[in-house]
C-alpha cells in the first residue's frame, strides 16, 4: 500500500517556472520507481518522467526535455518535478505515479504499460494552468 501526494500546483504566466512536490508514503521495495503523468481535458494521460529511487536514473518524454527535471529526496521521502519555460499547453492536471511493482527500467513505454495495465498508484492530481 502506497500512498502519494501531490502540491505545488497553481496559476503560471508562459515562461515562468513551477515546481510539483509528491510525498511518499506506506510500503516501498527495491527497484522502487516514481514518476509523474500529465493529462489535459479530451487528452490521455501522458507519461513525463521517471526516476529509479536507488541509483537516480531518469527517463523522459521527448516532449519535456530540456525544459522538466525530475528529482528525489531520500531522506524526506519526496519526488519533485522542475518546470521551466512552461507554455499554455503545459496547462493539464499533474499526477504523481509508482509502479506497484519494481521496474529495472522505467522507460516511457513500460510506465504507460503500467498504467495501462492498472498496475500504478496514483496521487489526486494538482492542477496546472498556464496563462499567455
Known amino acids: 500500500q502506497v500512498q502519494l501526494v501531490e502540491s505545488g500546483g497553481g496559476l503560471a504566466q508562459a515562461g515562468d517556472s513551477l515546481r510539483l512536490s509528491c510525498a511518499i508514503s506506506g510500503s516501498t521495495f527495491s527497484n522502487f520507481v516514481m514518476g509523474w503523468f500529465r493529462q489535459a481535458p479530451g487528452k490521455e494521460r501522458e507519461f513525463l518522467a521517471s526516476?529509479?529511487?536507488?541509483?537516480?536514473?531518469?527517463y523522459y518524454a521527448d516532449s519535456v526535455k530540456g525544459r522538466f527535471t525530475i528529482s528525489k529526496d531520500n531522506v524526506a521521502h519526496t519526488v519533485s518535478l522542475q518546470m521551466t519555460s512552461l507554455k499554455p499547453e503545459d496547462t493539464a492536471v499533474y499526477f504523481c505515479?509508482?509502479?506497484?511493482?519494481?521496474?529495472?527500467?522505467?522507460?516511457?513505454?513500460?510506465?504507460?504499460?503500467?498504467?495501462?495495465?492498472?498496475?500504478?498508484?496514483w496521487g489526486q492530481g494538482t492542477q496546472v494552468s498556464v496563462s499567455s
Open positions: 526516476i529509479t529511487w536507488n541509483g537516480g536514473v531518469t
Open positions: 505515479a509508482a509502479p506497484k511493482k519494481g521496474l529495472r527500467s522505467p522507460t516511457a513505454q513500460a510506465m504507460e504499460l503500467m498504467a495501462r495495465a492498472d498496475a500504478t498508484y
